[in-house]
């Protein structure tokens, strides 16, 4: 293969183009559209050689298997490997060797950004996720009505921003236009209102529902119990008298005299 043949082959692939190299003072071959070089022709001792960019395994093989190829690290790093053009390489060979070549220079194409679906959950679980982030594992039977009864323990506009965007699934562009408030104030009370319902105090109503009803029936059942107690012990002592009291002499006058009116 002749040297303006070899030099017609490397230019006959996309973006390939020519120029003269400062350092090495030979001619060379890049890929134009990563600016990378995948070949150079030169002579040497009166021999022509083509020197190619080739993987640094590939060339170390390439070097065993023929006797008159050679390093060549005069552009740049490992992996350059001089041929002899006409020696113990094939121009067919050869030509294969340059494809691979021209090859390594070809930009990679990016691979395109995965879109992430992003899954809707339906009322309430959407809510539960919500508050629970990381903490959530399976909605309770009853999470409807605990869902409802927590939001019942949040101030009215807390209450109906959340049911919007959580029960009813609206946009904050929506709640904005809807309330006539900004968008950044609906995602604070948003927030704020998230924040209230993972305080315990709230959150325990969202896990178990019947069971914190139940401890709070009981609650006020013992109040009830501690008022009537209490009015007893005081019809009790309303009926003492407050000579048989012992108290001393200045509460003793004080309580004589309003007792007489």
Same mark, same amino acid.
């Given at each position: 293969?002749?040297?303006d043949?070899?030099i ?5 692939? $996309?973006g390939?183009?020519?120029?003269i190299?400062k350092? *090495?003072?030979?001619? !060379?071959?890049?890929?134009g559209?990563s600016?990378?070089y995948?070949?150079s022709v030169?002579d040497?001792n009166?021999q022509?050689?083509i020197?190619?960019?080739?993987? $640094?395994?590939k060339?170390?093989?390439? =070097?065993m298997v023929?006797?008159d ?8 790093g490992?992996g350059w490997?001089?041929?002899p &053009? ?15 070549s021209?090859?390594?220079t070809? %930009?990679? $194409?990016k %691979?395109? %950004? ?5 899954i809707?959950y *339906?009322w309430p679980?959407?809510?539960?996720r919500?508050v629970?982030?990381?903490r959530?594992?399976m ?7 605990a869902?409802e009864?927590a939001l019942?323990?949040?101030h009215?506009?807390?209450? !109906? !921003?959340?049911?919007?965007y959580?029960k ?6 929506e709640?904005?236009e809807?309330y006539s ?5 609906i &995602?604070?009370? =948003? ?6 319902l993972?305080?315990?105090? =709230?959150?325990v ?6 069971g914190?009803l139940?401890?709070d ?7 009830r119990?501690?008022?009537l107690e *209490?009015?007893?012990n005081y019809?009790?002592?309303?009926? !003492?008298?407050i ?5 001393p002499?200045? %509460? ?5 005299r309003e007792?007489?009116?």
């Amino acid at each position: 293969m002749k040297k303006d043949d070899l030099i017609k082959f490397c230019l006959s692939f $996309p973006g390939a183009q020519e120029s003269i190299h400062k350092k *090495a003072k030979c001619l !060379v071959i890049s890929n134009g559209i990563s600016n990378r070089y995948f070949a150079s022709v030169f002579d040497q001792n009166g021999q022509l050689y083509i020197s190619l960019k080739l993987a $640094p395994d590939k060339a170390d093989f390439l =070097r065993m298997v023929y006797e008159d190829t050679m390093r060549w690290n005069k552009i740049s790093g490992n992996g350059w490997i001089a041929i002899p &053009v006409g020696g113990q390489v094939s121009n067919e060979e050869l030509q294969d060797l340059i494809k691979e070549s021209y090859s390594l220079t070809v %930009p990679k $194409p990016k %691979p395109a %950004p995965k879109k992430s679906k992003k899954i809707v959950y *339906a009322w309430p679980e959407n809510l539960y996720r919500a508050v629970f982030a990381d903490r959530f594992e399976m909605l309770p039977a009853d999470a409807v009505e605990a869902a409802e009864h927590a939001l019942e323990l949040l101030h009215e506009r807390e209450q !109906v !921003v959340l049911l919007g965007y959580y029960k009813e699934l609206m946009k904050t562009r929506e709640l904005s236009e809807n309330y006539s408030v900004s968008q950044t104030r609906i &995602v604070a009370i =948003r927030n704020r209102a998230l924040r209230r319902l993972r305080h315990p105090t =709230r959150s325990v109503y969202m896990l178990d529902l019947a069971g914190q009803l139940e401890k709070d029936e009981m609650k006020q059942m013992y109040k009830r119990v501690e008022a009537l107690e *209490a009015h007893s012990n005081y019809e009790v002592w309303k009926s !003492v008298s407050i000579k048989h009291l012992g108290l001393p002499i200045r %509460p003793y006058n004080c309580l004589n005299r309003e007792s007489r009116y």
